[in-house]
């Protein structure tokens, strides 16, 4: 065993690229985990709401929580974590291209490569959009649940679903008022239990509405909403003016293709989960060998999923390397995929499923 002396190279140090390099530095595998960022832990330390689902998924616990956990596991362990640590393209023959600190760049050569560089926020462009005040949902729950700042007094949230509602309440939690939650669909996008939160704490949600624009002079003072027809067309007379001083944006995620794409790997059109993600396997191979994807990287879903994808991936690229035998291999898997598959059930899960299900069949891009 242990035949390739190569690294394992995981690429986002986020719940997946957490769990990836924690199960292959367990089998023994020499593994290094790089991150952009100065902390590791992805999104997971800016969730200070307790997760749900079921013990072994962690429910009950706070994000945050969870995220100290794998770090400290992946410190006992001993992986060897880069942060400040940007990858900037993967070479043909998995040289990983990491530049450090802005400054120092090198390449390192891979065994395998492990994509875990999470999502990017979706924008929305309308009149008044570049004002100081308009920011994603993600970037309010940065300033709020990082830096302990407070994006502004009064809040319009656009988009309902988990992101735009969680954030909601934890602007509210921080002392901000939201004057509404508006969703351009005609129903509400997230799960009941948060929305509930929300509604109870006072926050009217409009659904079928959108926003027409933002004014202010030197940053935003109001946003004119309206409603909109079946065809999303605004409809003329339904125009109401909020007085608000923030407006954000929570209208869905992307998956980060940048480095999938330099690597050369094949991509699907999944709408449910995103949009563009790499093509994959089981395995969460990528269709170029050597080179896996996983977490929000390979589908939008949640952090539970993209701690068991990662899982998945990490056993799967001990093995090619050697040093996990076929058998534990075979077991580990089926395990994992057995709590993946508990996972996505429920109306959003089945949805998720029935998704992921359409990669997997496409995806047997190698025997
Ligand atoms: C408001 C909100 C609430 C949520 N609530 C829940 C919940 O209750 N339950 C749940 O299960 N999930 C929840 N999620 C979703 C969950 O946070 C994400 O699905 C999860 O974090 C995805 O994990 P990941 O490891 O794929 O990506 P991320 O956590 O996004 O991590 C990606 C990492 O990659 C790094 N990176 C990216 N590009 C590069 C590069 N080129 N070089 C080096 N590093 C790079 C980033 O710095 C980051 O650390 C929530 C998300 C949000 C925004």
Known sequence: MGVDSKPAVVV???????????????????????????KPGGQLFKQIHKFFGSREH??????????????????????????????????????????????????LEAGCVILATGASENGLAFPGWTLPGVMTAGCAQTLVNVHRVLPGRRVLIVGSGNVGVIVGYQLLQAGAEVAAIIE?????????????KVRRA??????????????GEEGVERAVIA???????????????????????????????????????????VPELGG???????????????????????????????????RLAGIHAAYALGFLGEAAMRERTEATWGRLDSLRQGVFGQKRFAAKARILAEGKVRA
């Open 202 to 215: 006072g926050v009217p949600f409009y659904c079928g509405t959108t926003i027409l624009r933002a004014e």
């Open 227 to 269: 409603k909109v027809d079946r065809g999303f067309k605004p409809i003329a007379g339904t125009e109401e003016t909020l007085e608000v001083d923030t407006i954000c944006i929570a209208v869905g995620l992307t998956p980060a293709l940048d480095l999938a794409y330099l690597a050369g790997c094949k991509p699907i059109f």
């Open 12 to 38: 986002g140090a986020g719940p997946a690229g957490l769990c990836a390099a924690i199960e292959l530095k367990r089998a023994g595998a020499p593994v290094v985990l790089m991150d952009e960022n100065g």
């Open 184 to 196: 351009g669909a005609p129903a509400l996008g997230g799960y009941g239990v948060h929305t509930a």
């Open 58 to 107: 962690s429910a009950g616990t706070r994000g945050f929580e969870i995220g100290r956990r794998l770090l400290a596991d992946s410190l006992e362990l001993g992986i060897d974590v880069r942060l400040d640590t940007e990858v900037v393209g993967i070479e043909p023959g998995l040289g990983v291209w990491a530049v450090e600190r802005r400054s120092r760049s090198y390449t």
């Open 276 to 310: 563009n993600m790499p093509l994959h396997d089981g395995y969460m191979r990528s269709s170029v060998e050597g080179v896996y994807v996983v977490g929000d990287t390979a589908g939008v879903e949640e952090a539970s999923t993209a701690m068991e994808e990662g």
